[in-house]
């Protein structure tokens, strides 16, 4: 675990605060005592996104700040002063990347640009950049490790290579102290429909007699949030960290048809599979395998996952219970 000490009163700039990991690691944080300026993505309706879910006495102790990590000024005004960056505002969804794949370009590549340029021109002592499993392709060996060939398989995937090569050169050309941590599948209470343990769970909790999905047999290494959060609490102070590129998983593969039949079990409910030709990726770039290696989480971050899958879905489906509202279960979330 990660002592409490580690980030009391440390500066901390989180970007991308209102998404589902970014939500958790904020609320971390603050139990911890960091000072945390956290960025969420200005619209007119001025949500902060998850972090609304936490505490009053949480959401007090916050700095918010609405923005865009498109606009460079906006990054340089704001990384100033920092001890830590976790900068994990991305778009994700891989289907949408095939619709707007320019819009992937400009946030997720030029985003992480203006991250790094800001801390490089702040001297921010550690900069922790959030890659993806989905880098690495359908595996050529398992499990895979930070060596593992990188593989575009979505114009999604081709623009965290970039932004994580983007990390890497910072580092390497002008000495930025910059980590890489690459979580594969994270699901947890507050991820969306758009990945697909939601999906599965918000399916059969909505009381119908069928569960449409895409492919069954991709298999994936799926790791409970506050697990992944662990971990890049543990990158923002280890002292070896830097320069490294970090996988965060269980090493453990799981496929959607089983992933499925386990979520029924949990929830005490069979229902008939319907493949659906929407949810389906086409041939060639749907990754087939990830299954990650994590020695170098473990010797470098001292880290390792905690919380079972079955315990894991155990809190997914209470939360959603809990949150049904909030997922629109007769329509497909791209």
């Known amino acids: 675990m990660t002592d409490r000490s580690e980030y ?4 901390v700039f989180v970007t991308g605060a209102g998404g589902f990991i970014g939500s958790h690691l904020v609320e971390a944080l603050v139990r911890q005592g960091a000072r945390v300026k956290a960025l969420v993505r200005y619209t007119s309706r001025g949500s902060w996104g998850h972090l609304e879910q936490l505490t009053p006495e949480m959401r007090d102790s916050l700095e918010v700040v609405l923005g865009d990590v498109r606009d460079a000024q906006f990054m340089r005004n704001h990384a100033q002063g920092s001890d830590v960056i976790f900068h ?11 619709e707007a794949s320019e819009s992937y370009v400009d ?6 640009l203006n991250v790094l340029q800001a ?3 702040s001297a921010v002592p550690r900069v922790v950049i959030t890659s993806t499993s989905e880098v690495y392709g359908t595996a050529c060996y398992t499990p895979m490790d930070e060596n593992h060939p990188l593989q575009a ?3 999604y995937s081709a ?3 970039a932004a994580d090569k983007l990390g890497e050169s910072y580092h390497l050309s002008f000495g930025l102290p910059v980590v890489t941590v690459r979580p594969f599948n994270t699901y947890g209470p ?5 990945a697909v343990i939601p999906t599965i769970v918000s399916q059969v909790l909505s009381g119908g007699d069928t569960l449409h999905l895409g492919s069954l047999d991709p298999v994936r290494d799926l790791t409970y949030v506050a697990d992944t959060v662990r971990g890049f ?6 002292e070896q960290a830097v320069g490294q590129v970090i996988n965060l998983g269980t090493g453990q593969g799981t496929s959607i048809g089983d992933l499925a039949h386990a979520v029924m079990q949990i929830v005490g409910r069979k229902l008939a599979i319907v493949a659906d030709a929407e949810r389906v990726r086409p041939p060639s770039s749907e990754v087939r395998l990830l299954v990650a290696k994590t020695e170098r989480a473990r010797a470098i971050l001292g880290w390792e996952p905690e919380v079972p899958l079955t315990e894991g879905l155990k809190r997914v489906v209470d939360y959603i219970s809990a949150n049904m509202a909030a997922y629109r279960v007769g329509s497909y979330a791209v």
Do not use: F, H, M
């Open 8 to 11: 009391k009163n440390l500066r």
């Open 88 to 98: 994990l505002a991305a778009l994700i969804g891989i289907p949408y990347s095939y």
């Open 107 to 112: 946030t997720n590549i030029r985003g992480t």
């Open 119 to 121: 801390a490089r021109e």
């Open 153 to 155: 398989q979505s114009p």
């Open 159 to 161: 623009s965290k290579i």
């Open 190 to 194: 507050r991820q969306s429909a758009r």
């Open 233 to 238: 609490l543990r990158a923002g102070v280890a």
